[in-house]
Structures are given as C-alpha cells and as structure tokens.
T-cell receptor, first 114, second 116 residues
Framework: AQKVTQAQTEISVVEKEDVTLDCVYE???????LFWYKQPPSGELVFLIR??????QNEISGRYSWNFQKSTSSFNFTITASQVVDSAVYFC???????????FGKGTSLLVTP | DTEVTQTPKHLVMGMTNKKSLKCEQH?????MYWYKQKAKKPPELMFV???????INESVPSRFSPECPNSSLLNLHLHALQPEDSALYLC???????????????FGPGTRLLVL
C-alpha cells in the first residue's frame, strides 16, 4: 500500500518569508516516483517536479527547492521569498512501477499575504 | 507544449439531463485520465485510457460513461447524475512509453460541475 502524508493543512505567511511544505510517504516498492503539483484557485493542477527513488539529489528551480531524503521518507518543498502568486494548494503525490494512479496527499493550502 | 484543454469550464445540469465533458491534448500522449475532485480534497482517479482503450475503471457508477474517440480526445458522458456528483472534473494525460506508474501526468484546467 502507498500513502502520502501532508501534515500541514494550512499555512499562512507574509510575502518574502521562506516556507517549507512537508511531505512524508510510505511505500513497499523499491522503485517509485514522487511529484509535487500546485493548484491555484483557478483549479488547474500544475506539475512542478518529479523525483525518482534512485535519485536523491536535491533540486533547485528559481525560488523553489526540493529536499528528498529516503532515510526519512520525506520529499519536502521550500519556497524562498514567497510571493502572493504562490498562494495555492500544493499536493505531494506518489506512484510506482507497479501502479498507475497518483496517490495524492491531502494537500497543503498556502496563503501568502502582502 | 504541455497543454491539456477542457470544455466547458463550468457546467450546471439537472438530474435528468445528459451532458458531456471534453478533453483534448496535442502532446502525442497515449494515456489519458479522468479524475474527480471534491472541494478541499485531493483528486480521485476515475478512468484511465491507454492507447485509446479503457484500461482502468475505478468502480465508477455507470451514470459516468467515458469515451476516447481518438488519441487526442477524451470525453466523459454524464447522465442522471446526483447532486453529490458536483465536483471539479480534471483530465490528464501522460506519454505511456514505459508504464503508467513512472510517468508525469499533465492536467487540464478542469470542468466545475454543479448538479441541481
């Protein structure tokens, strides 16, 4: 069975603050794939990143960075110098070679205020 | 171009109506998905089409009927829906080169459905 836990339901920060969204996963598969998606109020799920289980290298893309640690089964997402446009619900998701459906966490709602 | 389009954006229908949701992608993807998302919940998979054939049906009620006319198009036909079917319906696609599990799914903007 696969499970993704996003313990933070809602986070509120002031613009320019750094914020980290936590994601903890469970899987028995040795090969698996982790994803982050952003869902702004408009509704579209926007793909942010995919990470393979055999690649623990951290990733940075502009103000976004991801920290993947297999030892703690975590795939955390940090936004540096947050902006109002970052306000959205962020979903962490998990899939594996034996699967087909993305297993989503419950999502973290991020509100960035001016 | 990672674009999936969906029409209509909003739909209001009565419980006796028949309507259809449409999804289109021009990325050459061979797998297409329908998800249902209730407010403040994550998306839930409904159907998967692989090479235009229905490969996964997650025990969805028969009042939802998917159709894949060609590799770029995916429809969801709705009939005799219930108010609890009101939700955001999301379409997604992926390449389907080496297995669904490892692929990135790209989502459309969704159709917000209200059943009265």
């Amino acid at each position: 069975a696969q499970k993704v836990t996003q313990a933070q339901t809602e986070i509120s920060v002031v613009e320019k603050e750094d914020v980290t969204l936590d994601c903890v996963y469970e899987t028995r598969d040795t090969t698996y794939y982790l994803f982050w998606y952003k869902q702004p109020p408009s509704g579209e799920l926007v793909f942010l990143i995919r990470r393979n289980s055999f690649d623990e290298q951290n990733e940075i893309s502009g103000r976004y960075s991801w920290n993947f640690q297999k030892s703690t089964s975590s795939f955390n997402f940090t936004i540096t110098a947050s902006q109002v446009v970052d306000s959205a619900v962020y979903f962490c998701a998990l899939n594996s070679n034996s699967g087909y459906a993305l297993n989503f966490g419950k999502g973290t709602s991020l509100l960035v205020t001016p | 171009d990672t674009e999936v389009t969906q029409t209509p954006k909003h739909l209001v229908m009565g419980m006796t109506n028949k309507k259809s949701l449409k999804c289109e992608q021009h990325m050459g993807h061979r797998a297409m998905y329908w998800y249902k998302q209730k407010a403040k919940k994550p998306p839930e998979l409904m159907f998967v089409y692989s090479y235009e054939k229905l490969s996964i049906n997650e025990s969805v009620p028969s009042r939802f009927s998917p159709e894949c006319p060609n590799s770029s198009l995916l429809n969801l036909h709705l009939h005799a829906l219930q108010p609890e079917d009101s939700a955001l319906y999301l379409c997604a696609s992926s390449q389907e080169r080496s297995g669904l599990g490892e692929e990135t799914q790209y989502f459309g903007p969704g159709t917000r459905l209200l059943v009265l």
